[in-house]
């Protein structure tokens, strides 16, 4: 082979390569005119509902660190759904998360506390990544502070507006996250300008705009995907919900406004103009879940905390019972032959270990109350 056939055959492999990387859309927008009287310029890389697990392939998230890194951001920020229904793919969400090479700042979603918010937490700030938990932060990035507001998320309950803002300042810029849009309103009444969200992942199919149909008139979401509110004049107040990376249930997307995305905000008063994905839009009506999902949603996520319980009850009296040992007497005196390595701790948050053990039974199934 010719070094030029050699050359067009290695051309042709790296086009390959580069159509089988998953599409993943940069939309680039500029941040309020708050932002602009406090910033010389910042940018802020908004990423969500990024569901490590089984339905998305591990492609499609090292994509999106991949191009969150090529963006070159000030700061990454994270909106939540980091997992899907389990915690068996904490792994390699520290691996992936922990290449990111810009400080990292993020909130849960409904999904963590589905699957163990305090395991997902922890994964994460073995990845680096800090956790808010209705809490903010000042971070100084090039010599500029900003304030980084985190709400838990408010899908499951555990959200707390009055704590996350307690002493937050008013001569600082702002920005708020919250895994749930509609929190945004709220924040904006706080001084806090700009709010990035998640949690619909603008409805995966897009097409003939049945994302707005779905969520916002059926579901009753105030703000589906894209851009509200107002960036300018008064009342000052906007919020971005992400279409995300990955997806729980089916990886489908169909739609322009449905793709995969990773959102660049440019806050500040130094930022050139450019061409930006979409205007403001208007909300739509909303309509704020009732009491009754509200708790059945809070139930559901102590169902699930304590099927995980019993389950790790389980495994400490079968490692018990594999050592000859049970709860109601003491272990034997050691000897000289005698295997002297302990077995797990007891797991939290189970008062009576006794109950559970004899003949393992069928866990009762636990479903999600809308879906």
């Not at 806050?267 to 050139?272: E, M, N, P, R, S």
């Not at 809070?298 to 495994?315: C, G, H, T, W």
Request: hydrophobic fraction near 35%; charge should be neutral; proline fraction near 6%.
């Amino acid at each position: 082979m010719s070094p030029r056939e050699t050359n067009e055959a290695l051309d042709d492999q790296r086009k390959q390569a580069v159509a089988r990387k998953p599409r993943i859309e940069v939309r680039r927008f500029q941040g309020t005119a708050k932002h602009a009287e406090q910033l010389a310029h910042m940018r802020v890389a908004h990423l969500t509902d990024l569901h490590f697990g089984r339905v998305t392939p591990m492609a499609v998230q090292r994509r999106a660190v991949e191009l969150t890194n090529e963006a070159k951001p000030d700061l990454v920020v994270i909106t939540g759904d980091f997992v899907c229904h389990s915690q068996l793919y904490l792994d390699q969400l520290v691996e992936t998360l922990g290449a990111l090479q810009a400080p990292t700042i993020a909130v849960l979603g409904n999904h963590d506390y589905w699957s163990g918010a305090p395991e997902v937490a922890r994964a994460l700030k073995k990845a680096d990544v800090e956790v808010l938990r209705n809490q903010h932060t000042v971070i100084t990035l090039d010599h500029q502070r900003i304030q980084v507001v985190g709400l838990d998320d408010s899908y499951t309950g555990h959200c707390d507006r009055e704590k996350a803002l307690k002493g937050l300042r008013r001569d600082l810029p702002s920005l708020g996250l919250s895994h749930i849009a509609e929190e945004a309103d709220a924040l904006w009444h706080h001084g806090v300008p700009l709010v990035l969200a998640g949690h619909t992942h603008a409805g995966q199919v897009t097409l003939a705009r049945l994302h707005e149909l779905a969520l916002g008139r059926i579901v009753g979401h105030k703000y589906v995907h894209g851009l509200y509110g107002k960036r300018a004049g008064a009342p000052l107040g906007a919020v971005y919900v992400g279409a995300g990376i990955g997806a729980a249930v089916m990886p489908l997307r169909i739609g322009e406004r449905g793709r995969r995305e990773l959102a660049i905000f440019e806050l500040g008063a130094d930022v050139h103009d450019f061409d930006e994905h979409h205007d403001e839009q208007v909300a739509h009506v909303g309509r704020k879940p009732s009491p009754e999902l509200t708790q059945k949603r809070q139930d559901y996520v102590f169902k699930r905390e304590l099927q995980r319980e019993i389950r790790e009850a389980r495994k400490y009296l079968a490692e018990l019972k594999k050592q000859g040992r049970g709860l109601s007497s003491p272990p034997p005196p050691p000897s000289e032959t005698d295997d002297l390595s302990s077995p797990p701790a007891p797991p939290e948050g189970l008062d009576d270990l006794a109950t559970l053990d004899g003949p393992a039974r069928e866990l009762p199934t636990f479903r999600d109350p809308e879906r």
